[in-house]
């Protein structure tokens, strides 16, 4: 079965620091896409940013970018000037079987100090 | 643009009881998957529909059972609940050829059985 380590279940930044949410996965499968979710509060998952598996080039999305390592299965996200909205579960997920089908990690939570 | 709407957003059950989630996806989208996340836990996936019929599954037990409508609106059933059946269930909505892309969630329903 395919499974995702979230290995730091909770961290805490100063406002405008740069933070390292960290990422492993194990596949099977050569062709797939990796997802960074992040769950507020309000508890509705939000899309933070997608990346391809076949394409080497990291993802980037405003403040947020990853490192994405596929040798490794290793898919870390950057989040640079941290502001306090982005207090929040962060959760990592590799689709299944080219299917939207998400296999979620158990998250880890960020906090953003002022 | 309406996004996921899901219904109600808490309520409480006996165990035994019957209960149906409802939801509605993202104008657009003409798939909806459904997830439960115990406290503490990342997202874990129940199943999908597509054409009114259901695609894909996870492992969950026959008391789980859902249903997709003409206009692509959904409902969960869970019958014989149990106090484990206790968590946030999400949908998520997408479109099933553009797979990649990720979701759009809803905020869930918080389930409470007693």
């Known amino acids: 079965a395919q499974t995702v380590t979230q290995s730091q279940p909770e961290m805490s930044v100063q406002e405008a620091e740069t933070v390292t949410l960290s990422c492993t996965y194990d596949?099977?499968?050569?062709?797939?896409?990796l997802f960074w979710y992040k769950q507020p509060p309000s508890r509705q998952m939000i899309l933070v940013i997608r990346?391809?598996?076949?394409?080497?080039q990291n993802a980037t999305e405003n403040r947020f970018s990853v490192n994405f390592q596929k040798a490794a299965k290793s898919f870390s996200l950057k989040i640079s000037d941290s502001q306090l909205g982005d207090t929040a579960m962060y959760f990592c997920?590799?689709?299944?079987?080219?299917?939207?089908?998400?296999?979620f990690g158990k998250g880890m939570k960020l906090t953003v100090n002022p | 643009d309406a996004g996921v709407t899901q219904s109600p957003t808490h309520l409480i059950k006996t165990r035994g009881q019957q209960v149906t989630l409802r939801c509605s996806p993202k104008?657009?989208?003409?798939?909806v998957s459904w997830y439960q996340q115990a406290l503490g836990q990342g997202p874990q996936f129940i199943f999908q529909?597509?054409?009114?019929?259901?695609?894909q599954r996870g492992n969950f037990p026959d008391r789980f059972s859902g249903h997709q409508f003409p206009n692509y609106s959904s409902e969960l059933n869970v019958n014989a609940l149990l106090l484990g059946d206790s968590a946030l269930y999400l949908c998520?909505?997408?479109?099933?050829?553009?797979?990649?892309?990720?979701?759009?969630f809803g905020s869930g329903t918080r389930l409470t059985v007693v």
């Open positions: 596949t099977s499968e050569n062709n797939y896409y």
């Open positions: 104008s657009g989208h003409d798939t």
């Open positions: 529909y597509y054409e009114e019929e259901e695609r």
């Open positions: 990346q391809e598996a076949y394409k080497q």
């Open positions: 998520a909505s997408s479109s099933y050829r553009a797979v990649g892309y990720g979701y759009t």
């Open positions: 997920a590799p689709n299944q079987g080219g299917s939207e089908k998400l296999v």
